[in-house]
């Protein structure tokens, strides 16, 4: 579930372009961003408000179990690490 | 007929032709490769990413070079030129420096702390956005929709991004 400002149209574009399967939603008034405190003022193109990359795993009950708030825009989560959290859910 | 010099030449420097300066021009060219090369080269590696320390090295040898090349020209003038350009390729180079840094400690920086996203153990805040067909998705929706092996929902990952790819 990718959750952006980018509109409908250009999250599909994307999605086409890069073979992503999983959802994506848009967010362009940045409202749920604001509501996960992942905004980033002013750092997109023309001073926009964005996210910064955040991860966040939920489970059946909606709690929150994992989460990775980078720290540095160069390093992403691993896929690995990603996997393992999820794979606890279901204990 | 009588030749204007310059003031700070002897008679007998006159025919000499000032050698080209290429301490300075060295120098030069490795402080713009140096903060050129961040982006295209050096990002790629985390060992060079992180701490761009190739980069600060050709900084430092290229400043070395601009150190020489000016030394030559005040000190050895007129036997190497480079008076005028010397200090401006210096001054350029020490900017492209200065830039540099910036750029990289304060992209570091550059994060909001988000401190009060939801940590372990809370309740993540219910949305209802429109996914890509224009239909809207909530929380509580991808939680209780069966996934794909039609098994209960384990849970979702919420990838928030920059966008604007």
Redesign the interface.
């Known amino acids: 579930m990718a959750i952006s400002v980018d509109s409908p149209t250009e999250s599909t574009d994307l999605c086409r372009k890069a073979g992503y399967t999983y959802p994506f939603l848009s967010d362009p008034n940045a409202e749920v961003i604001r509501r996960y405190d992942v905004l980033h003022k002013g750092a997109g193109i023309n001073g926009h408000d964005i996210a910064r990359p955040a991860e966040f795993l939920v489970d059946s009950a909606g709690i929150v179990r994992w989460i990775n708030l980078t720290g540095d825009l160069r390093v992403r989560a691993r896929p690995d690490e990603m996997l393992k959290a999820a794979s606890a859910l279901s204990h | 007929m009588s030749e204007d010099l310059p003031s700070n030449t002897s008679p007998a420097a006159v025919n000499v032709k000032p050698r080209a300066n290429i301490a300075l021009w060295l120098g030069f060219f490795l402080s713009v490769f140096a903060f050129l090369s961040y982006i295209p080269i050096f ?1 790629r590696y985390p060992s060079t ?2 701490m761009p320390w190739v980069n600060f090295l050709l900084f430092a040898v290229g400043l070395v070079f601009l150190f020489v090349g000016l030394r030559r020209a005040f000190a050895q003038a007129p036997l190497y030129g480079g008076k005028i350009l010397g200090p401006i390729l210096a001054t350029l180079s020490v900017a492209a420096l200065v830039f540099f840094c910036f750029t990289i400690f304060s ?2 920086k ?3 702390p ?14 209802a ?6 239909a809207i ?1 909530t ?2 929706s ?2 209780s929709t069966p996934s794909a092996s039609s098994q ?14």
């Open positions: 990002v990413r992180d992209l570091g550059h994060l909001p988000s401190t009060q996203a939801p940590k372990i153990g809370q309740k993540a805040p219910d949305f956005l429109s996914d890509t067909n224009g998705v929380l509580a991808l939680l209960p929902t384990k849970g979702v990952v919420l990838i928030f991004y920059r966008g604007y790819w």
